[in-house]
Nanobody, 114 residues
């Protein structure tokens, strides 16, 4: 499975941004798709994940602000980020899980700053 993320960049506090991640390759085997992030000096952490059936999980820090969704026909997962805060600044990584493996995208920088 190969993952290609897009979106990201500089946004002001309170603003919005949408990330996309398209999967290719053995997409029939994908169950979970999600987003993780890593801020400077911190460990990578889960932001949100969604199963093929649509069950979602969010980090407490983003609940009510971020929404994850997926289009199974396009093998794409989205992360809509609203009310962004400076502490959301990080490299965001797309992630997918199959029964036996885990795959990572290349990461996209999101910077929240005025």
């Amino acid at each position: 499975v190969q993952l290609q993320a897009s979106g990201g960049g500089l946004v002001q506090p309170g603003g919005s941004q949408r990330l996309s991640c398209a999967a290719s390759g053995s997409v029939f085997s994908i169950n979970v798709m999600g987003w993780y992030r890593q801020a400077p000096g911190k460990q990578r952490e889960l932001v949100a994940r969604i199963t093929r059936g649509g069950t979602t999980t969010y980090a407490d820090s983003v609940k009510g602000r971020f929404t994850i969704s997926r289009d199974n026909a396009k093998n794409t997962v989205y992360l809509q980020m609203n009310s962004l805060k400076p502490e959301d600044t990080a490299i965001y990584y797309c992630n997918t899980e199959t029964r036996t493996s885990e795959y990572w995208g290349q990461g996209t920088q999101v910077t929240v700053s005025s």
